[in-house]
């Protein structure tokens, strides 16, 4: 089946760029996700970008897609303390199962030191 | 305020008991879902519901049951056959229809209930 694979943690330093990356299978995924956990909280939708697309810029957040080696990235540019948290990666293929349904990677968590 | 809700925010339940957990949306979405998360992996889908009426397993159904009488409930309970129960549980909904897409496709959560087994 589909799966989607995150590295578990990732440390950096106040005001540093960050980047969070993501492999999936599904070479048919029709758009992917990134979300964000915070402690004790549901999943907040960042963004996320269709297949065809290289490319998404918002904000502060970068989202770049490698679609051959099916490689996925999110850049967060000048971190903060505030972006502490865990960080989903998720894929969506409506056409192979006519639903909605996500497939996500185990969550990277990201903490900002000071 | 459009969102959705999850109660209780804590719940203890003693081995052998069944619990339900709640969620409600008021967004007017076709599909609910259910996830569990445990620490370190990622979340583990329990059941769906596209519509009213009808839902479908998800990967981890087994010692769970959900019903879907109206849109914007989808309760699921936690029977006392699932063996380890312990967990964090979200709910999510999407708009969902045939024709897909991020607008329809997206799925936004709930706020999570945590449930321990004494």
């Known amino acids: 089946g589909e799966d989607v694979e995150q590295s578990l943690f990732l440390s950096v330093r106040e005001g540093d760029s960050s980047v969070i990356n993501c492999t999936y299978t599904?070479?048919?995924?029709?758009?992917l996700y990134w979300y964000k956990q915070e402690p004790g909280a549901g999943l907040q939708l960042l963004t996320y970008?269709?297949?065809?697309?290289d490319m998404k810029q918002d904000q502060r957040l970068t989202v770049l897609l490698n679609k051959k080696d099916k490689h996925l990235s999110l850049r967060i540019a000048d971190t903060q303390t505030g972006d502490s948290a865990i960080y989903f990666c998720?894929?969506?293929?409506?056409?192979?199962?006519?639903?909605?349904?996500?497939?996500f990677g185990q969550g990277t968590t990201l903490q900002v030191k000071p | 305020d459009g969102g959705i809700t999850q109660s209780p925010k804590y719940l203890f339940r003693k081995e052998g008991q069944n619990v339900t957990l709640s969620c409600e949306q008021n967004?007017?979405?076709?599909?609910m879902y259910w996830y569990r998360q445990d620490p370190g992996q990622g979340l583990r889908l329990i059941y769906y519901?596209?519509?009213?009426?009808?839902?479908q397993k998800g990967d981890i159904a087994e010692g769970y049951s959900v019903s879907r009488e109206k849109k914007e409930s989808f309760p699921l309970t936690v029977t006392s056959a699932q063996k380890n129960p312990t967990a964090f549980y979200l709910c999510?909904?999407?708009?969902?229809?045939?024709?897909?897409?991020?607008?329809?496709?997206?799925?936004?959560f709930g706020p999570g209930t945590r449930l321990t087994v004494l």
């Open positions: 999510a909904s999407s708009i969902d229809s045939t024709s897909g897409g991020p607008r329809t496709d997206t799925q936004y």
């Open positions: 599904d070479s048919s995924s029709t758009y």
């Open positions: 970008i269709f297949s065809n697309m």
């Open positions: 998720a894929e969506t293929n409506r056409l192979a199962s006519n639903t909605g349904k996500l497939i």
């Open positions: 967004l007017n979405h076709d599909a």
């Open positions: 519901s596209q519509i009213v009426n009808d839902f």
